[in-house]
């Protein structure tokens, strides 16, 4: 059985109805390019990876899925982060998961 408490149940389903609480995600292409990005739902996700792998000759794969409450500001703030390594739109080359979780860790202690 889970417990959940109801209070902070209504803030979170308030967040997800603003839109504040989304999933952050890293897609990667042959260990070389990774892209940073968000969306809704997991659903969503999937939907994006079959339409960036049409045309695609390369595997893309999710290396990294996670729901935050403020997604949308560690992306953003990973954007900036890396804005050197950046490729082409949200895509970047040359960035490990590890890179990417450090930067996490220290986002998230800024929050």
Same mark, same amino acid.
């Not at 893309?60 to 899925?65: A, G, K, L, R, V």
């Not at 082409?88 to 970047?92: N, R, S």
């Given at each position: 059985m889970c417990y959940r408490n109801?209070?902070?149940w209504n803030v979170i389903m308030e967040n997800f109805?603003?839109?504040m609480h989304n999933f952050l995600y890293v897609l990667s292409v042959q260990d070389r390019y990774v892209k940073i990005g968000i969306c809704k739902e997991e659903e969503h996700l999937y939907k994006r990876l079959k339409t960036l792998q049409t045309g695609n000759p390369h595997k893309?794969?999710?290396?990294?899925?996670e729901e935050r409450e403020s997604a949308k500001d560690a992306e953003?703030? +990973? *954007?900036?982060?890396?804005?050197?390594?950046?490729k082409?739109? &949200?895509?970047?080359e040359d960035l490990t +998961? *590890?890179?990417i979780r450090v930067k996490l860790m220290l986002?998230? &202690?800024q929050v």
């Open positions: 109801n209070n902070v109805k603003r839109g893309i794969s999710i290396i990294f899925f953003k703030y +990973l *954007h900036n982060c890396f804005s050197d390594k950046r082409e739109g &949200e895509w970047f +998961l *590890h890179d986002f998230h &202690e």
